[in-house]
């Protein structure tokens, strides 16, 4: 094997002209394609790819996974490790710059977000115009694009220390816009920071503070919150990162970016998936239905939220965390009816051979939305934890895209497939 070419010989049998097209990590480029003609002005093959499953659109170094094997490393740390040991900002810090900090650049790293957390009067002025009902989600797509107007040294993208600037102000800035919208949605007095405390007791200060003079996070719930984040805070080419990335291929300042990409999660294919797990399981009722419902999902008569993965076929080793973290939470908050279900339908899915013949094993959504909700969080709150996540992974490969030589500005191809040319015809003669 060691002596064959590294090449794949391809016949095109329009023509009978054979090519051979490097393969190197796996793949060829899309660019040798264009060499394959069937005349001097033809343009070249194209490689057709709906969605880009099977297209590779760049280099990276962040996050691996195996979907076969139910693998998930940030810069090579499992996952499951991360989530045991480490913080929501040491993560953070650890995709940002490819390492994970030694003590004094960890301090220094949460000092400097720590202190970045106040967001500008006018930002709340702007977040106070929105309806009072309006959703979280768009009220963090619109504050966080706004963050641009106030920082347009953000365009100076070429500049280490202006891009490292703006990275610390989003991470920190971004639980602050999130809060915010929420105690607007719901028409309570915004709660600002407190340096005193941690990233992720910070947050729950944020939400849910009312006339105490200090609010005090439970450890429990403030350790679930920050592994919620890891467990969120990359997972490779998605759409809200494909959409980060693509947005800053034209130079666009980061605030652009992410605003952009959170735009992308709040769909309900990306950033909802847990809101539809909960509605499952009232539907369920109690957890004695449940056989009966997976007899529906067999019979294809029932949709069963939370289980597979477009790239775990495998259990999603998020999924794994999350599931004693559940057990955690409720030992705090109580236990909750939805918890049961989800245990039984857990169990009898996992033993039976119709679901693990077609690998349909249960993914981190799958008790995210119940541990979310049992800490007090609405539904429509489910979105933005989601991207307040996902942020340090966005600027990561929002950096690591500016970095690379080989990228340029997103412009895919098309295969036209509209009518030839046609003459324009006055209204009055149009049949």
Known sequence: ??????????????????????????????????????????????????????????????????????????????????????????????????????????????????????????????????????????????????????????????????????????????????????????????????????????????????????????????????????????????CSTTTMRGIGSSDADPYSAAAGATAALYGPKHGGANEAVLRMLEEIGSADQVPKYLEKAKAGEFRLMGFGHRVYKNYDPRAKVIRELAHQVFEVTGRNALLDIAVELEGIALEDEYFAERKLYPNVDFYSGIIYQAMGFPTSMFPVLFAMGRIPGWLAHWQENLLDDEQAIVRPRQLFVGPDERDYVEVDDRG
Request: with cysteine.
């Open 1 to 238: 094997m060691g002596d064959q070419k590294a090449t794949l010989t391809i016949t095109d049998n329009r023509t009978g002209q054979r090519y051979e097209l490097p393969v190197e990590d796996g793949a060829i480029r899309a660019m040798d394609l264009r060499q394959i003609k069937v005349s001097d002005d033809d343009f070249g093959l194209l490689a057709y790819d709906p969605g880009f499953k099977n297209t590779a659109s760049c280099r990276s170094e962040i996050t691996y996974i195996d979907g076969d094997a139910g693998i998930l490393r940030y810069r090579g740390y499992p996952i499951e490790q991360l989530a045991e040991s480490s913080t929501f900002l040491e993560v953070a810090y650890l995709l940002i710059h490819g390492q994970l900090p030694t003590s004094d650049q960890y301090q220094q790293w949460v000092f400097d977000i720590t202190h970045h957390t106040f967001i500008h009067e006018n930002i709340k002025k702007f977040i106070d115009g929105f309806h009072h009902d309006a959703h979280p989600m768009g009220i963090l797509v619109s504050s966080v694009g706004g963050l641009s107007t106030f920082y347009p040294e953000a365009k100076g993208i070429d500049d280490a220390e202006a891009r490292q600037q703006q990275i610390v102000r989003l991470i920190a800035k971004f639980p602050t816009l999130a809060a915010f919208a929420y105690r607007h949605s719901i028409g309570m007095k915004y709660a600002y920071p407190d340096n005193d405390l941690s990233f992720s007791g910070n947050f729950l200060n944020m939400m849910w503070k009312t006339t105490e003079l200090k609010y005090e996070p439970d450890p429990v719930l403030e350790r679930a919150m920050d592994v919620l984040l890891i467990l969120h805070a990359d997972h490779e080419q998605n």
